[in-house]
């Protein structure tokens, strides 16, 4: 089997490409921006399946620049979506926010769902949650890494949180599934401010940026896929609380 992943490099598919290449399951090809390859004119292997991470996948950057964000979540899903036509199962990472748009990323990423669905008929899409877990930034992570953690708003904004870890083995799993849509969530929502408390460190609190969802809970429709890591413990068990 030959499986490409676009976003090689980053959160999600650094660890997908490790799981991978550990499992034995193919051979693999990598593209990515940060290794120079451009999605949009990077030469695109023949393959069997196609994991495509690659994304601009932030609401603020997306309201700060947002012809950047349509250029990678749209442009290259389409491209993606005309080349392997007929020729391999793309399964395509997407976000609960392309539920109910609030900012320009979300936008994007239900404009490249809904490009999938048109033209390329063999596609699993796979909308995830807030993942967490060895993380550069995003809630939890900075929360666990941080000396004082920043809340946005009161901290009653609600999210469902779920293990990177988790994620790698939904996808993996993916490759079998049928080619519709499917939420990778843990149906729980759990609010910012639970997170911030568990680390057991004062709190400090700023305004609420615009283009944040305040309630974001994604259920599980998945075949043979449930999270197992839970977000509360997890970061007790970082921080000692």
């Known amino acids: ?144 890494r941080d000396e004082v953690p920043t809340v946005f708003g009161d901290g009653s904004a609600v999210r469902d949180f779920v293990h990177v870890d988790d994620i790698i083995e939904g996808l993996i799993k993916a490759m079998d599934w049928e080619a519709v849509e499917y939420e990778m969530g843990s149906g729980i929502g759990t609010s910012v401010k639970e997170i911030a408390d568990a680390t057991g460190k004062q709190i400090q609190y700023l305004p609420v940026r615009k283009g944040e969802k305040q309630e974001a809970i994604l259920q599980n429709t998945t075949p043979n896929w449930k999270p197992e890591i839970e977000v509360l413990f997890y970061i007790k068990s970082l921080t000692n609380k």
């Open 1 to 144: 089997m030959k499986i490409l992943i676009t976003g090689s490099e980053g959160y999600i598919g650094s660890r997908l490409k490790k799981k991978i290449q550990d499992l034995g399951i193919g051979e693999l090809f990598l593209i990515d921006l940060k290794k120079g390859n451009d999605l949009m004119t990077a030469k695109l292997p023949d393959v069997d399946i196609v994991f495509h991470l690659s994304a601009q996948s932030g609401a603020i950057p997306s309201i700060e620049n947002p012809i950047w964000d349509a250029r990678t979540n749209i442009l290259t899903t389409i491209r993606l979506a005309e080349h392997y036509k007929g020729k391999a199962k793309i399964i395509y990472t997407t976000s609960g926010g392309a539920k109910d748009p609030e900012s320009p990323y979300g936008l994007s990423k239900k404009v490249g769902e809904e490009y999938l669905k048109m033209i390329h008929n063999n596609t699993v899409i796979c909308r995830l949650s807030s993942i967490y877990g060895g993380k550069d930034r995003g809630v939890v992570d900075n929360f666990i």
